[in-house]
Every structure is written in structure tokens, then in C-alpha cells.
């Protein structure tokens, strides 16, 4: 009789978990919409005209506008809306920020209200110039070494969070004219190359046009969107898809590990990949954890991404905790790790 009541409870218990855990995401979802569509416009409108009302009608408006855009861009096939919501997103969360630091500013300072709502406006159109200004160039950093497992000068670029879906095809344009200007024997993609499953080939069609042969390993983004899909589309464009699985290449091995949020996935997935250690050894893994593991297993180039350096106060506080090699080059003998920004 326990069995049969033990074997009833168990489904049950993990459904309401899983319901509870669906309505805490839908909660959250709509009180961070509220905070980055919504606050914002109702508390400037209302110190500006002093009209609370239409404050309210308003943000209300803004509110249910965003939430529909978010809902529509990231389920939705149309990737210039996505493309236009999660550029308000990133707007509203600068502009909601700075109301914030308002709020505290009106019970210290003796400002009238619509001089701190013109401010802040003010401010926020300078921070939204800065960040494109900061996003939307390609730089390169150049890095170089040695290692007694090679011979000859190998020249590997490695590229991370293209976000394909946020961004448009023609980033990826900008991206492979600059790749291909370097000349690299080699290109590999870190993850987080597309962040939407309505990126369709058309919209990476110009990695066909890179010189160099490119290896891919899955990040986070892949993996929420359609990974089959994606790894499809890879391997019709010539790239080459590294899950849980090497390629040799002269004196290089690539090693390609899907990306996941157990911290044991690069000791895991190691263990199940055979590779030729004579070789140096190059791990594509999506975020920068599990380095002391690669490192026991004779990786000696781990290159990383996932991070974008903490992106944007305060998120970047909670970014480092997770993880502590947050970009940069990072050494331990012969051994390195580089976490693209």
C-alpha cells in the first residue's frame, strides 16, 4: 500500500514545484517589467507636469506595451522586434536606475521636481549614447605566447555573445569582414552566437564567407533557443560543432563542451572526450568555471565568454561572486584561460 501511495505522491509533488516555479518566473517577469517599462515613465511624467493621472495612464500603457514585446520578441518569428524591444529594454533599465537615484536625491536635496526630472532625462540620454557608443564597435585584442607542443605560429580568433537575434545580421557582416582582415588559421565560436530560435541561416549566411576554418561549442542562449536547430544550420554554413567531442588539426586539438549550469560539466565532459594530449589542447567551453579541471586534464588553452564583464551595474556586482575570472587572460603554469568580455 506505500509503494502505490509513494509512487502517486511523487508526480504530484514535482508538478506543484514546477507550477510554483512557472508562477514565481511570471511574477518576477511582470514586476521587472513594471520597474523597467513602467516606473520610469510614471515617475517623470509625474514630476515634470505634476499630472499623477496621466502618470499613471500612461506608464500603465508603457507597462502592458513592454510585456507584450517581450513576450512576442523572445516566442515571436520577428527578429527586428526583438531587436527594437530589447534595445528599450536596456534603455528603461538605465533610465529606471537613474529615477531611483532621483527618489533618494528628492528627500536630500531641495530640488523641484521637474528640474530632477529634466536631469535625469538628461543623464539617461547621455548613458544610452555611451552604451551604443561602447557596444556597437569591433575590437580586437591581440594576445601572444608559447608553448613547447608547437612549431610554428598558429593564429586562432575567438569570438563570444555575437547575440545574432538581439542583433542583426549585419553585425555579423561587420564581424566576419574584420575576422577575415586578420587572416587567423583558425575561428571559434564560444557561445552565444544566436540568442533567439527565429534566427533562420539567411541570417548567418556570411560566416560562409569566413577564410578560416570555424569550430563552434553551445552556449546558455543556444541551449534555451533550439540547439538541433542551431546545430543544423551550423553545419550547413561549414562550421564544424564541438558537443562533448574533439578534432585534430595539425598540432592543435579543439575540444568543444556544451555549456551548462552544473559546475562539474568541464570535469564531466572531459573525462568522456578523447583527444591526443601531444597536441595543444584548446577548450571551447561558454562560461569561464571548471578551469582547475581542464587544467588537471592537460587543457592548456580554455577560452571562455558568457560573462560581458558583469555588462551593467548592479548586475555586475552578482556577475563577479559566480564567477571570479570575470575577463581577461589568466595564467597557471603553461597553462591559460580567456574569458572574452
Known amino acids: 500500500m506505500s509503494c502505490l501511495r509513494g509512487t502517486a505522491d511523487g508526480p504530484l509533488v514535482m508538478k506543484i514545484h514546477s507550477n510554483t516555479r512557472k508562477a514565481l518566473a511570471c511574477v518576477v517577469f511582470i514586476l521587472a517589467g513594471y520597474l523597467v517599462f513602467a516606473y520610469p515613465v510614471l515617475r517623470l511624467v509625474w514630476w515634470l507636469s505634476g499630472a499623477a493621472d496621466a502618470a499613471v495612464v500612461l506608464s500603465t500603457l ?41 527618489e533618494g536625491a528628492r528627500w536630500a536635496v531641495d530640488v523641484p521636481d521637474p528640474q530632477l526630472a529634466r536631469l535625469v532625462v538628461i543623464a539617461g540620454a547621455m548613458l544610452i549614447v555611451l552604451a551604443a557608443a561602447l ?12 608553448n613547447r607542443k608547437v612549431t610554428r605560429t598558429w593564429r586562432i580568433a575567438q569570438i563570444s ?14 564581424i566576419v569582414s574584420r575576422l577575415n582582415r586578420l587572416d587567423p588559421d583558425f575561428v571559434v565560436v564560444t557561445g ?7 534566427v533562420e541561416i539567411g541570417d548567418l549566411q556570411s560566416i560562409r564567407d569566413l577564410s578560416a576554418k570555424v569550430f563552434f561549442s553551445l552556449g546558455n542562449h543556444e541551449r534555451y533557443a533550439d540547439p538541433d536547430k542551431i546545430v543544423g544550420m551550423a553545419g550547413r554554413l561549414g562550421v564544424t560543432v564541438l558537443r562533448q567531442a574533439s578534432e585534430t588539426v595539425g598540432e ?4 568543444g563542451i556544451d555549456d551548462a549550469e552544473d559546475k562539474d560539466q568541464v570535469s564531466r565532459g572531459l573525462s568522456q572526450i578523447r583527444f591526443d594530449a601531444r597536441r595543444f589542447a584548446v577548450l571551447l567551453y561558454h562560461r569561464p568555471l571548471g578551469w582547475e579541471d581542464a587544467v588537471d586534464r592537460g587543457i592548456d588553452l580554455m577560452l571562455s565568454g558568457h560573462t560581458h564583464n558583469g555588462q551593467i551595474f548592479p548586475f555586475n556586482l552578482v ?17 591559460r584561460l580567456y574569458v572574452s568580455p
Open 62 to 102: 508603457c507597462w502592458a506595451a513592454g510585456l507584450g514585446g517581450m513576450y512576442y520578441a523572445f516566442r515571436g518569428p520577428n527578429m527586428q522586434v526583438r531587436c527594437i524591444v530589447v534595445h528599450w529594454l536596456g534603455a528603461g533599465f538605465l533610465f529606471a536606475m537613474l529615477t531611483l537615484v532621483g
Open 252 to 255: 592543435i586539438s579543439f575540444i
Open 319 to 335: 556577475v563577479r561572486q559566480q564567477f571570479p575570472r570575470i575577463q581577461g587572460l589568466h595564467r597557471k603554469g603553461d597553462h
Open 192 to 198: 552565444d552566437l544566436i540568442d533567439s530560435s527565429a
Open 135 to 146: 557596444s556597437y564597435p569591433i575590437t580586437v585584442r591581440r594576445l601572444d605566447f608559447c
Open 161 to 174: 555573445d555575437v547575440h545574432i537575434g538581439s542583433r542583426q545580421e549585419g553585425f555579423m557582416r561587420r
